[in-house]
């Protein structure tokens, strides 16, 4: 806890004296009205087809001190499988594997080059300030490889922003700290952010232990201890020209605990230290009809394992691996003619491994991608648009396509939108050099995918706002990758499923704002059977079986009650039987959590407190996001901010 608040002194000091220097501190609304959301590159903006969905910024701001991992599972249709909290947590989308799921940083692909699959929980929400679902296999612009769908979280800058000052202090259950600040100071053409966080946590969550004995019996988690530190600064510049310029720099470090399974008599500790750095420059020029953006990134991730065990009998074991990646990007799009606008691409990626358990000490891999994307505005109320790209993957070809229509049925009330993609996932380098199992002759994973989408929306009165939105999908996925187990007593990858899934996605929102009250209702669902679709063999068990640890139903509420500066918040989250089996033998129950908040908004000539509370899971439900792997049962916090 000392440590929490002297760091949390230490940044209100820091910030407070840096903006005192560049110029008076304004106060600035925490309920500025957003009227659009969107990305913060035009040339994004050209799927029409892709069902797009977006976490609002009210949720965003409620949640910075949580992960990524939780705002996620708390507020969309993606399921997130979960070790525990500050544990790995990975995610499916729309019933395909983590690494089916693409994640992009200000248009940059983030996903780790050796594994693939991303960790959620290491993402703070309180480095990102938009989250954008792109849903199914359309979304082309980050390269092949988004089966399932692409997650973007990027930094925005609104020139009309004042400098401020925001600090964060927050204590939770289980000896679960957090601080975190920023600050903002804007000139007339640039605009400086840095932003300072860190969390540290015992971890040492109570929870029922329904496997060692006959009775149920409560314990607390061990070795599940973790802490995160991070760093992020952003640099925004408005040329004389009319161009402008960016860059960014995110370092963040931690440490965790890696806790066992509680079927086992723990005699071995884990260990992990994880470093990255993440940074890009963009250099940006719109004109009356044409765009161009020029960006380049680097990105470095460093993991260190150890493993060692209760008695000498086992030695203890130890891995060193290194990550780099360099990406180099040229957008150009233009408005050929009024109602045709074309837009082009090119993208060079440099990924270079160092692991201690590949079969070359390190590896190097080289992906060049051409895109061209042409959006058609038919006539009013008819929009089309068609992607194509081909991606050289050391020297692997893989053409791939999305088409999608938008149409307005009825001019404010009804839209349709459709979709056509067609997209590749190559096998990641864990797949084709880790020792032992690697295997050179895997190939990409590959299928089509087709969504529908109906959006209706209506304001009633000048109080209230109705939308829905509903979507059907289906996904082919061929040669999909899997791990399994050999003759020689270690695993390999092989390409022996092809998977079907499809299903439906409902969203359903309805706000009411008056004068001085406000309500807001929003619920998400989802039904995703996702199968094996041919047998391997005559007698194969996992046919049309659900596949491992994918949920078929899912949902979530959300309701939030404003009045007078005070809210009310309350959230639910429903996640059916997964199994854990391929055969559909073993499975684990589903479960409901329930959360609610409470805030409070006190503003004064410019300086603004919020001291909040919030108990997650307040009905002490048991639940298991991966089998044997135990979840917190009820955790309160209680969270200030302060805005200057």
């Known amino acids: 806890m000392q440590k929490a608040v002297a760091f949390f002194l230490l940044l209100i000091f820091f910030n407070r004296s840096f903006a005192q220097n560049e110029g008076t501190v304004r106060g600035y609304s925490l309920d500025s009205v957003v009227v659009k959301e969107k990305m913060r590159n035009k040339i994004d903006e050209v799927t029409v087809g892709t069902r797009v969905s977006l976490i609002s910024s009210a949720v965003l701001q409620g949640t910075q001190t949580k992960s990524l991992a939780e705002l996620l599972s708390d507020n969309s249709m993606v399921y997130i499988k979960s070790l525990g909290q500050g544990a790995l947590a990975t995610s499916s989308f729309r019933g395909t594997s983590s690494g089916h799921t693409q994640v992009n940083w200000n248009g940059i692909n983030i996903n780790p080059v050796m594994s693939g699959s991303f960790d959620f929980s290491q993402i703070p929400v309180f480095f990102t300030d938009q989250v954008s679902l792109y849903h199914g296999s359309g979304y082309l612009k980050g390269g092949t490889g988004a089966l399932g769908g692409s997650i973007n979280i990027g930094n925005k800058m609104d020139w009309r922003d004042t400098s401020r000052i925001d600090a964060f202090l927050e204590c939770a259950s289980y000896d679960t700290y957090t601080a975190a600040a920023s600050v903002s100071v804007r000139g007339r053409n640039a605009v400086c952010k840095t932003r300072l966080y860190y969390q540290e946590s015992d971890n040492d ?382 499975s684990t129950k589903a479960y409901t959590t329930h959360d609610v908040e409470l805030k409070c908004e006190l503003v004064k000539k410019g300086f603004k407190i919020a001291p909040k509370l919030r108990i997650d899971n307040i009905f002490n439900a048991y639940y298991e996001s991966t089998q044997y792997y135990p979840m917190p049962l009820r955790v309160i916090s209680v969270n200030i901010m302060i805005r200057i």
Not at 243 to 269: D, E, F
Not at 270 to 284: A, C, D, G, L, M
Not at 425 to 438: A, K
Not at 518 to 544: C, G, H, I, M, Q
Request: glycine share 4%.
């Open 205 to 586: 969550y109570r929870y029922l232990n329904k496997v060692l004995k006959l009775e149920d019996f409560y314990e607390r988690r061990k070795e599940a201890n973790y802490s995160i530190a991070g760093f992020m600064q952003e640099g925004y510049l408005k040329l004389p020209s009319g161009a402008s310029l960016s860059a960014v720099l995110w370092c963040q470090g931690g440490t965790r605990r890696l806790p066992q399974p509680i079927i086992v008599n723990v005699t071995q500790h884990e260990k992990q230290n994880e470093y990255s750095v993440k940074s890009f420059i963009e250099y940006q020029e719109e004109k009356k009809r044409s765009e161009i953006s020029l960006k380049a990134a680097y990105l470095a991730n460093s993991l260190d394992y150890d493993k060692w065990f209760d008695s000498d009998y086992f030695p203890a074991e130890n891995s060193r691996n290194l990550a780099q990646s360099i990406h180099m990007t040229a957008d150009y799009c233009t408005d050929i003619f009024k109602n045709v606008k074309l837009s082009g691409s090119a993208r060079y990626t440099h990924d270079w491994v160092k692991a201690g358990n590949y079969s070359e000490n390190s590896v190097n891999r080289n992906v060049i991608s051409l895109q061209t994307v042409c959006l058609w505005n038919v006539v009013n109320w008819l929009n089309a648009d068609l992607h194509s790209m081909v991606e050289f993957n050391d020297g692997k070809v893989a053409p791939t396509f999305s088409a999608g229509i938008n149409s307005s049925l009825i001019a404010g009330y009804l839209d349709a939108k459709t979709a056509i993609s067609y997209n590749y996932r190559f096998p990641t380098l864990n797949d084709l050099y880790w020792q032992p199992g690697g295997n050179k002759n895997l190939v990409p994973e590959h299928g089509f995918s087709y969504d529908a989408t109906l959006l209706y929306k209506q304001r009633i009165g000048n109080k209230t706002f109705f939308k829905t939105e509903f979507t059907a999908y289906m996904m082919n996925i061929d040669d999909w990758i899997m791990w399994l187990p050999t003759m020689n007593w270690y695993w390999e990858p092989r390409n022996v499923q092809n998977v079907l899934s499809y299903g439906v996605e409902s969203f359903t929102e309805c706000s009411v704002v008056c004068d001085k009250f406000s309500a807001k209702l929003a619920f998400n669902y989802t039904y995703s059977p996702s199968v094996n679709r041919e047998r391997n063999f005559e007698e194969d068990d996992t046919y049309y079986k659900q596949l491992p640890y994918v949920p078929i139903n899912k949902s979530n509420l959300r309701l939030s009650i404003n009045r007078g500066g005070i809210s009310l918040t309350y959230h639910a989250c429903y996640t059916g039987k997964r199994y854990t089996s391929a055969d559909e033998s073993y």
